[in-house]
């Protein structure tokens, strides 16, 4: 047996196939036995193996024939070459297996933070921030892997002095060459790490409200309210003022206009305008305000601010307050409806006849709130803007004592 196995390589290398595909399949196997049985305690391991098993049967597999080509054929022409071929496909299929981990961790890291939940900042700037970190990684290990392959070349590797040499006015060329690529994707990173957007974030850009659907490297996807898909390169975001409506929470606050008469009733607007809040759940309970804000043109102008939890529900919360009140003052306060006036005949007696008596007046005026005052919400809004500036003393270097300096 022995001596058949020294006179024929070609069974000499089958043999050392069988024994390899043998030891590939016992090594998958007893790897694959103590992942599963971690999987059945912890969901990570089963991710493990769906990302790790293939890239790391082909990586054994091919150190595996590589071994078996060496002793079947120790002295051949073309054993040089072919360990040049399989040198590659290691290297190749370990940049494959070294990705497929770090994926692995990264959606170990993602998982844990879950987005479908009403505070989901931290979880939506994690994931916003491992969607460029994975790709940038993935970028870095597919480069070296490249650069690493080349190295195997001998003639690569002659003129490695001359392109080092080279290397400055290469990567003033390179940098010119490829400016507007290298700025969106040092523009992509800014925007990971700054957090001026993130993945799920409801913006208005190019006057498009819409959600922040993906953050790449180079650009950015945004689907608007109507379905549409706006892609934006991500310089965009760093050298163009946009809005965000939930940077820091998506609960916000809206308005509506009316144009109406000038008999209208506006404490009887505004007990409609209750009983329509509370009778619908879009509203948050934070803000009910109305207010007449123009008194010009023969109109009066009333603006009615309603808050909600989100941009959708605001909206939602909006049309419903919108159709109310027109349905009530169409039904209800029909003096209220705008219309042009024509004065024919003696003003004063039109003017008498408009005046009404002053027992329209004897009841007592409520306190109304506004969108600075009357409640407790009002009120802290009116902190955040008329808050004191700060004062810092300081002592004069020229009278010896305290001085009140503001903004110095």
């Known amino acids: 047996m022995q001596t058949l196995l020294d006179t024929h390589p070609w069974i000499r290398f089958l043999a050392a196939i069988l024994i390899v595909v043998v030891a590939v399949l016992a090594v998958s196997a007893v790897a694959s036995l103590i992942v599963r049985a971690i999987a059945r305690r912890r969901d990570w391991a089963a991710i493990l193996i769906e990302r790790a098993r293939w890239p790391f049967r082909s990586l054994l597999l091919v150190v595996g024939l590589w ?38 961790l990264a959606d170990i890291s993602v998982s844990r933070y879950d987005v479908d939940v009403a505070d989901n900042q931290v979880a939506r700037r994690v994931r916003t921030q491992m969607q460029i970190v994975r790709r940038l990684v993935v970028v870095v290990i597919v480069v ?15 003129v490695g002095a001359s392109v080092l040499a080279s290397a400055g006015i290469a990567s003033i060329v390179a940098g010119l060459a490829a400016q507007t690529m290298l700025a969106n994707v040092f523009a992509g990173v800014q925007i990971a790490f700054s957090e001026a957007i993130r993945v799920d974030d409801v913006v208005v850009v190019d006057g498009e409200w819409g959600r922040i659907r993906e953050i790449t490297l180079t650009y950015v996807v945004v689907v608007t309210w109507d379905e549409r898909t706006v892609v934006l390169p991500c310089t965009y975001f760093t050298t163009t003022p946009f809005e965000n409506w939930t940077k820091y929470g998506s609960a ?48 009066v102008r009333v603006r009615v601010l309603v808050s909600a939890n989100d941009s959708a529900a605001l909206w939602d919360l909006r049309c419903v307050v919108r159709e109310q009140l027109v349905e009530w003052v169409r039904e209800t306060d029909a003096a209220a409806l705008p219309r042009q006036r024509v004065l024919i005949g003696d003003p004063a007696e039109e003017i008498a006849e408009a005046t009404p008596s002053a027992a329209t007046h ?47």
Do not use: K, N, Y
């Open 67 to 104: 071994i078996a080509v060496r002793i079947a054929f120790p002295e051949q022409d073309w054993l040089p070459a072919l360990e040049h071929l399989a040198l590659i496909l290691v290297i190749a299929l370990g940049a494959w297996l070294v990705c497929q981990v770090f994926l692995f």
């Open 144 to 158: 070296v892997a490249i650069g690493s392959i080349l190295l195997t070349f001998d003639q690569v590797r002659a």
């Open 252 to 299: 916000l606050i809206g308005s509506v206009e009316f144009d109406v008469d000038w008999r209208v009733s506006t404490d009887a607007m505004r007990e409609e305008l209750d009983r329509v809040l509370a009778g619908t759940e879009l509203w948050d309970g934070r803000t009910s305000v109305l207010q007449v804000t123009e008194a010009t043109g023969g109109f």
């Open 362 to 408: 004897a009841e007592p005026e409520r306190e109304r709130p506004g969108l600075f005052s009357g409640t407790a919400d009002g009120e802290e809004r009116a902190e955040s803007f008329t808050a004191a500036i700060p004062v810092q003393r300081i002592e004069s270097p020229d009278a010896g004592s305290p001085a009140d300096v503001i903004g110095r």
